[in-house]
């Protein structure tokens, strides 16, 4: 996905990850995604760099499909799909 | 000349086929999870685990702990005492560390003050606290098996340990059973 497309993707859930580090976001992730609906979009928002690197490794092992991210002023968001 | 003692290609096939069978229950045996031997007691190497141990278990991946020789002192509670002790018990309890704040660093840790220094970077640039990590450890359920022998050896006792849901004494041989079923396997 384009960044264009992923600032205009339709977001079920926003985790806002950006008061911990590794491994906050991950698990902030894991506890919010069961909330989220199959076929839904999360946005994971992180100030760890780690995270950008660990969140499409976390999509992959659960099968969830990691859409991008989008750089922000001091952090940046990650999209995933889950499946 | 009589063949009798030589296999038929039946009976290949059905020896292939068992043996499939056996690798594939082999393969399958290999469960998600993370079996770490965690034999330090520093601070930082107690860290390490608990970081990798929280990481897997946020990935679904079950995380079984056995805590052995050094690390014991991490699992400490200091509020706590247990009765009945010798002179040499009492030594050790003395000397070791009380509970896995009151840990040393590897390296530089000068005194105490690195301990300091390190937990106030981590509050610093929002690193969970290590009451934290035990915490959320707990929570999702890791399991965390204290090594028999060696709390004999220090003259540690069940009771002396922390407040921790999923707690309990085994030997050498729960670790070597649990890890050979495990897809990873660590020693720290």
Sequence with gaps: MTQEELKAVAVAKSVDARGTACPGPLLEAKKAIGGVAAGDVMEVLSADEGTKVDIPKWCTKQGHEFLGTVEENGYFKIYLRKK | MSTSSEPTAAQLIEQIEALQKRVDQLENNRKDQLSIAVVS????????????????????????????????????????????????SKMFGFMLPRGYNKLKLSNMNMAGMGPVMIKYLMKKQNVMSIDQ?????????????????????????????????DLRMAGAATFVAEAGESSIQLFI
């Design chain 2, 41 to 88: 007691g520093d601070l930082d190497k107690i860290m390490a685990a608990m970081v990798i141990s929280i990481a897997a278990a946020a990935m679904d991946t079950q995380v079984k702990l056995f805590f052995s020789f050094w690390s014991l002192s991490a699992l400490r509670d200091a509020r706590k005492k247990a009765e009945g002790k010798d002179f040499i």
């Design chain 2, 133 to 165: 990590m035990f915490k959320e450890a707990g929570e999702l359920g890791i399991e965390i098996t204290v090594c028999e022998m060696s709390a004999g050896l220090m003259g540690f006792k069940k009771e002396e340990f922390i407040d921790y849901p």
